[in-house]
């Protein structure tokens, strides 16, 4: 069977036609949800600097400190936190009932369209092939649209407006913040991409696998018959051998991208610590306890959507690889 070429030009907007032209009214909640929650990591992180420069410190400073401005900054602090928390449980929820929407409309439309194929269609695929496309290739989508798509939006979001705050509170910190992200950058691409290249080729040889199987068990009397048990099992380890080291490849460069991302975001974090404390002690201008404790938590905020991304990189290969197929 000659395979197509990839076109992912015309296989994600189609894609998306499904989650969002079908279903606009919820993922227009959706969106408003992932801009309140990410509003809410962004005020969280500068509610940290308002609290340190205009209440602890002060307070320290005096004999007799009274604590009831303290006491309400920090009751404001836990209405926003409430608030993220809900907004997010909000948008989870809605995107599950937007997937299962999705897959149930694709499932629908694999189906019509199947009754309109040419017989030559079916003698030139095999039936586990054609079931595949109903279960394993579908299956993928799920988990892109239910947590890899918002959490993309989400990212997308959250990362610009930790950019301007990040901008507004200190410059040289947010360069140093972003040449580490460049470096993660980096990472993403030379190891997804080498992970994304046996995703797409574990999907198929999945394919092939499943196809096998239904005809073997179809056949297996003629098997039987004309004693081919023994090419049988050859023919089958030869496939089952190539899916092993498709998904093993895919894998492994999956899982050695989040210890990389991690200990990179780990780095920044201390680099940016060193950094902003020796800046404060040099007096420069403006940078106080309250703000490199608010750029911290900020530059945390900030490698957590790419951490996030780079963690979700197989579900929306696989995904993408299935629709392809689909």
């Known amino acids: 069977m000659a395979k197509k070429k990839t076109n992912l030009s015309r296989v994600i907007p189609r894609l998306l036609s499904y989650i ?23 005020a969280s992180s500068l509610f940290l600097e308002i609290l340190i420069d205009n209440y602890i410190e002060p307070l320290l400073l005096e004999n007799s400190p009274v604590f009831s401005g303290l006491l309400h900054t920090i009751l404001f602090m836990a209405v926003v ?4 928390v809900f907004s997010t449980f909000a948008y989870n929820r809605l995107m599950v009932k937007i ?7 694709i499932r629908d439309d ?3 369209h199947m009754q309109e194929l040419p017989i030559g269609y079916f003698d030139t695929h095999t039936h586990g092939d054609i079931m595949s496309h109903y279960t394993n290739d579908t299956d993928t989508l799920r988990q892109f649209i239910s947590q890899a798509l918002p959490q993309f939006i989400s990212a997308v979001v959250t990362v610009i407006a930790i950019l301007i705050s990040m901008i507004a509170s200190n ?8 040449i580490v992200t460049l470096l993660m950058t980096f990472a993403t691409n030379k190891i997804g991409g080498a992970s994304a290249k046996y995703f797409i080729k574990q999907q198929e040889t999945l394919g092939s696998v499943t196809g ?12 039987k018959v004309f004693c081919h048990e023994e090419h049988s099992k050859e023919d089958f380890d030869k496939i089952n051998e ?9 894998n492994k460069y999956a899982n050695i991208l989040m210890p990389i991302m991690a200990n990179l975001g780990n780095l920044q974090y201390v680099l940016i610590a060193i950094i902003g404390g020796a800046l404060a002690l040099n007096g420069v201008a403006g940078l106080t306890l309250g703000v490199i404790a608010s750029f911290l938590q900020l530059s945390k905020s900030f490698t957590m959507p790419i951490n996030q991304i780079s963690q979700q990189l197989n579900s929306i290969v696989m995904a993408l690889a299935g629709a392809e197929r689909i």
């Open 20 to 42: 969002i032209l079908r279903h606009k009214l919820i993922f227009g909640i959706v969106v408003i949800c992932i801009l309140i929650s990410s509003c809410t990591v962004v």
């Open 81 to 84: 936190y409430i608030i993220g």
């Open 171 to 178: 410059i040289p910190l947010t360069i140093l913040v972003i």
């Open 99 to 105: 997937s299962q929407g999705t897959l149930k409309q």
């Open 212 to 223: 096998y199987i239904e005809e073997m068990i179809n056949g297996q009397k003629v098997v």
């Open 110 to 112: 694999m189906f019509s």
């Open 242 to 250: 190539e899916l092993c080291e498709n998904a093993t490849e895919a």
